[in-house]
Nanobody, 127 residues
Framework: QVQVVESGGGLAQAGGSLRLSCTVS????????MGWFRQAPGKEREGVSC????????RYADSVNGRFTISRDVAKNTLYLQMDSLKPEDTAMYFC????????????????????WGQGTQVTVSS
């Protein structure tokens, strides 16, 4: 019912910026808790940032706090992740995830809390 498609990944130099997009179909973002996750080779999938269905509450992993910003455009039904001051350690496959039936005012960064996933977009940061 819910489909998620990421885009915007690519190659950046350390200190540079990228903006990832996540286009959602099937339900409005007003009905979905949203999250960004990443997975590097040999590592577990890691929660990066999330946004509650009201668009009022966010969370960030300590490793990206202050550098990444999550936002949304409800009219376009699109979620964004603005990535600034990129580091080589940010290199990973980035995934967008959505979950309905969660209340507003909070979100979670645990990957098992989400049922709807995109295909991923690769981010590579060189030094």
């Amino acid at each position: 019912q819910v489909q998620v498609v990421e885009s915007g990944g690519g190659l950046a130099q350390a200190g540079g910026s990228l903006r990832l997009s996540c286009t959602v179909s099937g339900l409005s973002l007003d009905e979905l808790t949203m999250g960004w996750f990443r997975q590097a080779p040999g590592k577990e999938r890691e929660g990066v940032s999330c946004l509650d269905r009201r668009g009022q509450s966010t969370r960030y992993a300590d490793s990206v706090n202050g550098r990444f910003t999550i936002s949304r455009d409800v009219a376009k039904n699109t979620l964004y992740l603005q990535m600034d001051s990129l580091k080589p350690e940010d290199t990973a496959m980035y995934f967008c995830a959505a979950q309905k039936n969660l209340g507003g005012g909070w979100c979670v960064l645990g990957p098992f809390e989400y049922d709807n996933w995109g295909q991923g977009t690769q981010v590579t940061v060189s030094s």
